[in-house]
């Protein structure tokens, strides 16, 4: 997520993590 982190806003990362861990 590093590269994400720098190319999203922080705000998009924590959705796609929300919605990670909901699939996971």
């Known amino acids: 997520l590093g590269d ?3 190319l ?3 705000e998009v ?3 796609l993590i ?3 861990e ?3």
Do not use: G, L, M, N
Request: proline share 7%; hydrophobic share 25%; net charge negative.
């Open 13 to 15: 990362v924590e959705t």
């Open 8 to 10: 999203a806003e922080p």
């Open 4 to 6: 994400i982190s720098t």
């Open 18 to 20: 929300h919605e990670r």
């Open 22 to 24: 909901q699939f996971d």
